[in-house]
Every structure is written in structure tokens, then in C-alpha cells.
């Protein structure tokens, strides 16, 4: 078991795998999930419209992946993604995961306070704190200058009948000041390392540098920086990026090419039918153009390790969460 200071960066299933793999080899008490907290879609979204909250559906996913007995977790897990369809009105189509949180949010007076009840109340020594208390709108730029507002309109983009893919998404803003957690900046203080989990590029990762004073803290930070990168591209936000392209916008949104230590990269050979799956969608496995990302970040090291895993069942490629854990827990 490590005792390593880790403080994550993520939202969506690329953070669950992390989490889920990093309790079980370092001691939980030691470990900071921040949370994605603009999430404009789903049950999540309608939530934040009809009760004026932030977004739960991220945390909701942390608080799964944090519970230290896999028992608990299978229940939890049938609980939480438990959607009350056949209820009319308010509660129709809201994942039951969701509404606990919200109402936590509402009892304990706010979402870090209410994450915090939700923490004790199923035992998880970890702490899971939102990115921000403000409420937010992400604002997506395209290359022909088109705006694009709302998480979800950018995780969903591809699926547009307008949708362009030669008209890129360049740049990401939210719309108006993000103020900082400050527990948050006190953990990456802290921290031994800080890891940008998988996920999302444009929607769950690059963000959490947009809020005020975090790249700033990440910069005078002492911890060593990794960065997973992702197996596959997105559709509608990264289509065609090799790990250059990935490290590029990071880099961008960093403000200091000299300050990550690790990225962290996938080598396990797939087979065509799993890569010919995923391109019938329009995701390629990400090439990793070593040369340019040296040149993009100097200072850091290409950690390699075969941590791509299929799921005939589910018919998904995700990192394999305890391959993942242990390659960043052994990083010098």
C-alpha cells in the first residue's frame, strides 16, 4: 500500500476507472477527487435548471468509484443508476444517485457540504471535492468563430445535423468568473502528485484550468504533474489528434510547457476488430507521436505500460483502473 498525496483532475467514467484503481494500492485517506462541476446534460442537467444546484451526476460517479468495499459497491451502484421511469411528473427519468445528492446539497446548505454528508453516510475515507462552487456555463469556440454553449452541446456535437468536422473547437471559456474551491488549491499545495485522469478533453479535463487561481497553484506546486492520456479520440471535440495534439491544448492551458513531468500512454496492441468497432463511430486509437511531444513539453517523461482493456460484454475500451493505478503509484 503507497502513501502517496494524490490529487486527481477528471469528470466521467475516465476518472471513475482512476479512482476505483488508486484506492485499492495507496492508503484512501491520502487521495483528493476534484470534480467536473458545469454539467449541463441529462438528469444532471435538468436538476441543476429545476432546483437551481450545482450538477451532481460527477460526483455521484467519485462516490462509487471511492467506497473501499466491492460488496457496497455493486448495491450502490444498482442504487445510484437506479432511473424512476415510471414516476410521472418531477422524479421521471432522474437516476435516483442524482436525487440523493441534490437533496444532501439542499440539507447540509451546498454542494461541498452536502458531498461531504454524502461521504460519511457511505463511509469513504477519500476526499471528493466539486472544482467550484460558482455556477457555470462552458463556452466552446470553433475555429470559424461559432459559439458553443453548454457542456453538453459540446459533448454532444458530433451528433448535430450541422455539425462540421473541419470546423474544430480551438478554444473553451466559461461564461463568467470561475471562483476556486479554496480546499482545492490547499490539496494541490499539498500534494505529492497531481494526475489529469482520462476523459473528455475539451469538456471534463481542460476546464478545471480556467477556474481561477488553479493552473497558478499547479505551477507553484512541488507535486509531480502526470497526464492520461486518452485511448481514443472524440467525435465533435478531437477528431484526428494524435497525443501531441492532446498535449498541445494542456500545454496551452497549463501556461508552462516546462511543468508537466509525466504523460502517461497506452502501448497494448488491439485487435482490428476492437480498433475497426471504434472507427465505424469515428474514434481512432490516439498515435503517440513521441518527437512533438517532446517538444511540447521538455521536461517530461513518456510513461508506457499496456493498460488498454476491451469489454466484449459492454462492448467499451476503458484503461484497465488497476494497471492505471499502479503505473502512477510507481512514477519517481
Same mark, same amino acid.
Given at each position: 500500500?503507497?502513501?502517496?498525496?494524490?490529487?486527481?483532475?477528471?469528470?466521467?467514467?475516465?476518472?471513475?476507472?482512476?479512482?476505483?484503481?488508486?484506492?485499492?494500492?495507496?492508503?484512501?485517506?491520502?487521495?483528493?477527487?476534484?470534480?467536473?462541476?458545469?454539467? =449541463?446534460?441529462?438528469? =444532471?442537467?435538468?436538476?441543476?435548471?429545476?432546483?437551481?444546484?450545482?450538477?451532481?451526476?460527477?460526483?455521484?460517479?467519485?462516490?462509487?468509484? #471511492?467506497?473501499?468495499?466491492?460488496?457496497?459497491?455493486?448495491?450502490?451502484?444498482?442504487?445510484?443508476?437506479?432511473?424512476? /421511469?415510471?414516476?410521472?411528473?418531477?422524479?421521471?427519468?432522474? &437516476?435516483?444517485?442524482?436525487?440523493?445528492?441534490?437533496?444532501?446539497?439542499?440539507?447540509?446548505?451546498?454542494?461541498?457540504?452536502?458531498?461531504? !454528508?454524502?461521504?460519511?453516510?457511505?463511509?469513504?475515507? !477519500?476526499?471528493?471535492?466539486? !472544482?467550484?462552487?460558482?455556477?457555470?456555463?462552458?463556452?466552446?469556440?470553433?475555429?470559424?468563430?461559432?459559439?458553443?454553449?453548454?457542456?453538453?452541446?459540446?459533448?454532444?456535437?458530433?451528433?448535430?445535423?450541422?455539425?462540421?468536422?473541419?470546423?474544430?473547437?480551438?478554444?473553451?471559456?466559461?461564461?463568467?468568473?470561475?471562483?476556486?474551491?479554496?480546499?482545492?488549491?490547499?490539496?494541490?499545495?499539498?500534494?505529492?502528485?497531481?494526475?489529469?485522469?482520462?476523459?473528455?478533453?475539451?469538456?471534463?479535463?481542460?476546464?478545471?484550468?480556467?477556474?481561477?487561481?488553479?493552473?497558478?497553484?499547479?505551477?507553484?506546486?512541488?507535486?509531480?504533474?502526470?497526464?492520461?492520456?486518452?485511448?481514443?479520440?472524440?467525435?465533435?471535440?478531437?477528431?484526428?489528434?494524435?497525443?501531441?495534439?492532446?498535449?498541445?491544448? #494542456?500545454?496551452?492551458?497549463?501556461?508552462?510547457?516546462?511543468?508537466?513531468?509525466?504523460?502517461?500512454?497506452?502501448?497494448?496492441?488491439?485487435?482490428?476488430?476492437?480498433?475497426?468497432?471504434?472507427?465505424?463511430?469515428?474514434? /481512432? #486509437?490516439?498515435?503517440?507521436?513521441?518527437?512533438?511531444?517532446?517538444?511540447?513539453?521538455?521536461?517530461?517523461?513518456?510513461?508506457?505500460?499496456?493498460?488498454?482493456?476491451? &469489454?466484449?460484454?459492454?462492448?467499451?475500451?476503458?484503461?484497465?483502473?488497476?494497471?492505471? !493505478?499502479?503505473?502512477?503509484?510507481? #512514477?519517481?
Amino acid at each position: 500500500m503507497y502513501n502517496q498525496k494524490i490529487v486527481t483532475f477528471g469528470g466521467g467514467t475516465g476518472h471513475f476507472n482512476l479512482l476505483n484503481g488508486l484506492k485499492r494500492f495507496n492508503n484512501p485517506t491520502l487521495i483528493t477527487a476534484v470534480v467536473a462541476s458545469w454539467d =449541463s446534460g441529462g438528469s =444532471s442537467g435538468r436538476l441543476r435548471t429545476e432546483l437551481g444546484i450545482l450538477p451532481p451526476g460527477d460526483i455521484r460517479r467519485c462516490i462509487l468509484a #471511492l467506497m473501499e468495499d466491492d460488496e457496497q459497491q455493486k448495491v450502490a451502484q444498482r442504487l445510484f443508476d437506479d432511473r424512476l /421511469e415510471k414516476s410521472d411528473g418531477f422524479f421521471k427519468g432522474h &437516476s435516483l444517485g442524482n436525487l440523493i445528492g441534490a437533496r444532501l446539497d439542499h440539507i447540509f446548505h451546498g454542494q461541498d457540504r452536502g458531498t461531504d !454528508a454524502e461521504r460519511t453516510l457511505f463511509r469513504i475515507s !477519500a476526499k471528493i471535492l466539486p !472544482a467550484t462552487l460558482t455556477n457555470l456555463q462552458l463556452v466552446g469556440i470553433t475555429k470559424e468563430g461559432i459559439n458553443i454553449e453548454g457542456e453538453t452541446n459540446l459533448d454532444y456535437r458530433s451528433r448535430r445535423s450541422d455539425f462540421d468536422p473541419k470546423d474544430p473547437i480551438v478554444r473553451i471559456h466559461f461564461h463568467t468568473r470561475a471562483d476556486p474551491n479554496p480546499r482545492v488549491l490547499k490539496a494541490i499545495k499539498d500534494a505529492d502528485k497531481i494526475v489529469f485522469a482520462p476523459g473528455d478533453l475539451f469538456t471534463s479535463i481542460l476546464p478545471h484550468l480556467l477556474i481561477d487561481g488553479v493552473k497558478e497553484a499547479i505551477s507553484s506546486s512541488k507535486a509531480k504533474l502526470c497526464f492520461v492520456l486518452n485511448l481514443t479520440t472524440k467525435p465533435g471535440e478531437t477528431d484526428a489528434f494524435n497525443a501531441s495534439d492532446y498535449l498541445e491544448k #494542456l500545454v496551452f492551458y497549463l501556461g508552462d510547457r516546462n511543468r508537466l513531468d509525466y504523460i502517461i500512454v497506452n502501448t497494448k496492441v488491439l485487435r482490428g476488430e476492437i480498433v475497426n468497432i471504434y472507427k465505424s463511430v469515428g474514434q /481512432e #486509437l490516439i498515435k503517440v507521436d513521441e518527437k512533438r511531444c517532446k517538444s511540447l513539453a521538455p521536461k517530461a517523461k513518456i510513461a508506457k505500460a499496456k493498460l488498454g482493456d476491451y &469489454s466484449r460484454k459492454e462492448h467499451l475500451l476503458r484503461h484497465n483502473s488497476e494497471k492505471l !493505478a499502479k503505473t502512477i503509484l510507481r #512514477l519517481p
